[in-house]
């Protein structure tokens, strides 16, 4: 509880470890070698310290190689160590302010190979010099404990121009892997599909069928590994069969032509387009909803002229015109992978004048009731794909004024913080949407400020815990305790009670509360003891209180800086009611408890909150709970009246 937190670290992925495991490929163009993994081998290997930078630009497959260097180290390291686990973790930058990250905060397991992705931030250091510097010296420590790290960085952010210390640890990424072999070798290793490596055979067909090498065009002497990779996907999910190769292929390419012919075919039919847009979002719906929906978005009342609705196509064709797939009364794009995504990426690039009337329309179909609530999930991770796909911040800026301009029901928040909270996450526009979050948080208005609070209530808290809790700080530090501040308190409490984060959020909080004076501190410290929701929280800081002094004393520190607040007394207050309910439930330890108790109301025994918990207060009747720890106080007469709330206590 008192020990400083490191970064949080999470294990690297499955999927990644069976690439560099089962489907490695180090031969790059004209069968050359690509010597980046064996290289930042050579130096984790070496005398010097336990670090290799891999630098260079994106597309080189740096990531992987990082990830086949850490995996060779720990073959060798569990045959010395007599076949121990070595773990291999990936470390989330989770730096208080990415401009000038805290490297002290890096983890330092024994036994443990770390991967540090900075490719998108370090541009951002302001002193990389020192930075750089201090992250060499902790891979020297991680030399001396048996443990490794491999940094990925951007073509020229590493500052190893400046000392030969910070060019030694360095990898450069010259050459990558070749395409075709990648493509191949997942195919074969990974999805267990080697008969569909004919397709991306250059050579043409013997038999004539035409299906051999119908891929091959698609990957060049320049196409990055992860392209590789996801052709190699489309081709395993595909059928194997001409017209499952065209789909995989058009799949591949992002539906372009499909997408431009569809929008071609329907530049004199709105309605077409319309109905379009509702099937991409709402897909899987019956087609009559997806009707409506569409209609709603043209802002159109329901046809009534009996000679307009019997004429043209029927509805079935108009969907499958758009290339939507009909079965039953059910309609979606889902039998084409990404198409969807491709529709919206092209609407939002080529119409952008559509932006708020689609935004305001989304906020139509999932209120309360309406066909969009259960693709709340779907609808979020069509928007998060857009602003990625764009890499454009300004996407989500747009989906950030939407926040005040659509309605105000909580699916309309939370479905917005779904989409900032997974953006907040991607790689190439994580840095950017997290400082927008850090802005956002110290604005005036409740919505938005809500919102960064729901943001910090969902998993992007598990990997940016601490830049979760000052994002928390901001909105906890409003003037009036309103539904943002309550939303802040609520994901304070759901972060302390995920597993290994309690210390975090008690170190942090209570330096608010003690050191800073903060209103938010005060907040923070009396929501994260609230039992009334979950004692969790409480009965192990009772745990630690009982074993450590320095615990006591700090709870005591921080209930005397709450009570001195008068802007939380009624909080204060009504913390003092849940901890006497909490005591007669047998949650906490009563002994302790009400020492801890006396010792603060006796501390501030004439300010209103403690005043008005021990000496009653007039119109309010205080419950058995409360009337059996005043009794245990055994606090001094210091009244020589009673007051209202002592007669209505002895009634």
Not at 220 to 231: E, F, G, I, M, V
Not at 425 to 433: F, H, I, N, Q, Y
Request: aromatic share 6%.
């Amino acid at each position: 509880m008192t020990s400083k937190q490191p970064l949080p670290v999470a294990a690297i992925p499955q999927a990644e470890l069976s690439v560099v495991r089962r489907a490695w490929v180090s031969t790059g163009f004209g069968d050359g070698n690509v010597p980046t993994a064996s290289d930042a081998v050579g130096l984790l290997t070496s005398d010097g310290p336990a670090l290799a930078v891999i630098a260079g630009p994106d597309g080189y497959g740096k990531r992987t190689a990082g990830i086949r260097a850490l995996w060779e180290v720990s073959l060798t390291e569990r045959v010395a160590a007599g076949s121990e686990p070595f773990i291999l973790s990936e470390i989330r930058p989770d730096w208080d302010k990415a401009e000038t990250p805290d490297v002290s905060l890096l983890p330092e397991r024994p036994g443990t190979g770390y991967l540090l992705d900075i490719a998108t931030e370090i541009g951002g250091w302001n002193r990389p010099d020192r930075v750089a510097a201090a992250v060499v010296t902790h891979a020297e420590h991680l030399r001396l404990i048996g443990s490794y790290l491999v940094v990925i960085a951007d073509d020229h952010g590493w500052p190893e121009e400046l000392s030969g210390t910070l060019a030694r640890v360095v990898v450069r990424a010259k050459n990558r892997p070749s395409a075709y072999r990648v493509a191949a070798a997942h195919l074969e290793y990974l999805h267990h599909k080697p008969e569909r490596i004919r397709w991306l055979n250059p050579a043409s067909s013997g038999s004539g069928s035409g299906m051999v090498g119908g891929a091959a065009h698609l990957l060049t002497d320049t196409s990055a590994p992860a392209d590789a990779a996801r052709l190699a996907a489309a081709l395993a999910r595909t059928d194997d069969s001409e017209v499952g190769l065209k789909r995989a292929l058009a799949a591949f390419q992002e539906w372009r032509t499909q997408v431009t012919d569809v929008f071609k075919a329907t530049e004199k039919k709105p309605a077409d387009r319309a109905l379009l847009i509702a099937t991409l979002f709402l897909g899987g719906e019956e087609a009559l909803t997806i009707q409506k929906a569409a209609g709603t978005l043209l802002g159109k009342d329901p046809e009534d002229d009996v000679e307009v609705i019997l004429t043209g196509p029927d509805l079935s064709a108009r969907l499958r015109g758009v290339g939507a797939e009909v079965t039953g009364r059910h309609a979606t794009l889902d039998h084409q992978p990404g198409y969807a995504q491709a529709v919206l990426n092209h609407l939002w690039r080529q119409r952008p004048d559509i932006h708020p009337h689609l935004l305001k329309w989304l906020d139509a179909i999932t209120a309360s009731g309406q066909p969009g609530v259960p693709r709340l999930g779907a609808i979020s991770d069509l928007l998060v794909e857009l602003a990625i796909v764009e890499n454009d911040i300004k996407v989500i800026e747009q989906v950030r004024t939407w926040i005040d301009s659509g309605n105000s029901s909580t699916e309309h928040l939370q479905l917005i913080a779904g989409v900032f909270a997974k953006a907040a996450e991607s790689d190439a526009l994580g840095p950017k949407v997290r400082s927008r979050l850090l802005d956002w948080a110290q604005e005036q208005s409740t919505s938005v400020t809500t919102v960064v609070a729901l943001v910090c209530q969902s998993e992007f808290a598990d990997h940016y815990p601490r830049q979760s809790l000052v994002r928390l700080r901001h909105v906890l530090d409003r003037a009036e305790e309103d539904t943002a501040v309550r939303a802040a308190e609520e994901a304070l409490q759901s972060i302390a009670a995920r597993t290994g984060q309690l210390p975090r959020v008690w170190a942090t909080v209570i330096k608010w509360a003690t050191e800073h004076g903060h209103l938010a501190g005060h907040r923070a410290f009396l929501s994260l003891l609230d039992p009334q929701q979950n004692p969790y929280v409480l009965q192990v800081m009772m745990a630690a209180a009982e074993e450590k002094p320095d615990i006591r004393q700090a709870l005591i520190r921080g209930w005397n800086a709450a009570l001195a607040d008068s802007r939380v007394a009624a909080q204060c207050r009504d913390l003092m009611i849940a901890w006497a309910h909490a005591r007669a439930d047998g949650l906490v330890p009563p002994g302790l408890i009400t020492d801890l108790l006396r010792q603060v109301v006796l501390e501030h025994m004439y300010s209103s909150p403690v005043s008005a918990f021990v000496f009653g207060e007039p119109g309010v009747q205080y419950d058995e709970p409360v009337i059996a720890l005043r009794k245990d106080l055994q606090l001094p007469i210091l009244a020589p009246t009673q007051s209202a709330g002592d007669e209505a206590l002895e009634s």
